[in-house]
């Protein structure tokens, strides 16, 4: 984890974390007792020293994980003693479905998708709640009744893995349905059952486009893999549409390819570049040939410049070649072609995972708004 990151995104708690570790810490000390009435809100405020409406919101997050009970609408009372310790602690934790990866260590780029999770888990810890980080792997092997039966204060969705999708699907559906708000990454049509947080992919390919245009480019080709129908795509080209546009040009037919599958080796990156040299005979050998395309990824840009180089197509020099995700220097293409990316855009992976929890509490806190809500966050160009 990049210490200066965490440091500089999350240098103090918020108000409504210091209050609800001050009534948590009452209640391990027994200075609050099963049954007893809760001091009045304005009394709460002078004791913990925050305001009326940060008490109101740390007593409606108490009230969800089943701390505190409500009687008679509006006497609020400390709820008996849960039936065992793990209980307890779970009324007090959130869970975090990632990638099942191995943790990340050493220089990793935040371009990689582990970086969403680790995001929400380091925001998760700085507001005061404990942190379950699984595997979705690790929960297909397992029904739902004993996450029911603890019933953890939130569910983190990081990643809903291709592999046994529908199983891990029908799981979150459980859990939803008995009333754990669920906060998922991604806007597909799966996702969209949920509160969910997103890069703006629109505002991403937009700032690549003008990125583009500004080298004098004016014939710039998108190159995606299929499917067509995924929502990052869409976004993705409706921001290249506008710059495209705003600035008098034509918007190019996107190539759609095949995605070839495979593993990183020397042999699979050359018949992947070979395929993509001969989907680009039409752009590349016509009398006004294209003068930048844009890859879906870092990773893809590698064999797109590979495959131009079959041209006589200098990468960088002869056409402009642009990625996404900003991972290109971890990643295992740049050992099979040594030009990188002239431009990329990092989604800002670490600070979805903090706009995820704060959806989360949202939700508790019964702020969020009526039916699944959207929120985008804005992304970084990055220049080379």
């Given amino acids: 984890m990049d210490a200066t990151l965490e440091s ?5 708690s918020s108000p409504r974390a210091k209050a609800i570790r001050t009534l948590r810490e009452w209640i391990q000390e027994g200075r609050l007792q099963p049954g007893m009435p809760l001091p009045s809100e304005r009394k709460l405020c002078q004791h913990i020293g925050v305001g009326l409406a940060t008490v109101q919101r740390a007593l409606r997050v108490l009230t969800a994980e089943g701390l505190i009970q409500v009687r008679d609408g509006h006497t609020r009372l400390l ?4 039936s065992s310790a793990v209980a307890a602690i779970f009324r007090q934790t959130l869970m975090i479905l990632a ?48 996450v029911l039966s603890v019933r953890p204060s939130g569910l983190l969705v990081c990643e809903i893995a291709a592999a046994d999708r529908q199983a891990l699907v029908d799981f979150i559906r459980t859990l939803a349905r008995e009333g754990i708000p669920v906060v998922v990454y991604g806007d597909g049509p799966l996702e969209q059952e949920y509160d969910r947080v997103i ?20 014939r710039i080709l998108p190159l995606f893999e299929k499917p067509e129908n995924v929502y990052w795509k869409s976004g993705r080209l409706a921001g290249y549409t506008r710059a495209m546009r705003e600035s008098g040009l034509e918007p190019l037919p996107t190539l759609w390819v ?19 040299a001969g989907q680009l005979v039409p752009y590349l050998t016509r009398a006004n040939p294209v003068d930048a ?29 642009v990625g996404y995700d900003n991972y290109c220097d971890d990643s295992p293409e740049q050992e099979m072609e040594s030009s990188i990316p002239c431009a990329t855009v990092d989604k800002q992976n670490f600070r979805i995972g903090q706009e995820m929890l704060r959806l ?24 080379r």
Avoid at 79 to 82: K, R, S
Avoid at 258 to 276: A, P
Avoid at 306 to 319: H, L, N, S, V, Y
């Fill in 360 to 383: 989360l509490e949202d939700r508790i806190a019964g702020t969020a708004g009526e039916g699944p809500q959207l929120r985008m966050v804005p992304p970084q160009l990055i220049t």
């Fill in 99 to 146: 990638p099942a990866q191995a943790p990340l260590a050493g220089h990793v780029q935040p371009g990689w998708s582990e970086y969403v999770a680790i995001g929400a888990a380091a925001a998760a810890r700085q507001e005061g709640h404990g942190v379950l980080s699984l595997a979705p792997t690790q929960l297909l092997e397992q029904p739902s009744d004993p």
């Fill in 199 to 218: 890069s703006d992919h629109d505002a991403g390919s937009y700032m690549l486009t003008q990125h583009l245009l500004q080298r004098g480019c004016r």
């Fill in 79 to 82: 709820a008996h003693a849960p």
């Fill in 8 to 12: 500089k995104v999350f240098r103090n």
């Fill in 293 to 321: 395309i844009m890859a879906a990824s870092d990773g893809e840009a590698f064999s797109v410049a590979a495959a131009c180089r079959m041209f006589g197509r200098e990468p960088q020099k002869d056409i402009f070649l």
């Fill in 258 to 276: 095949e995605d070839l599958g495979g593993h990183y080796t020397v042999d699979h990156f050359r018949v992947k570049s070979s395929y993509l």
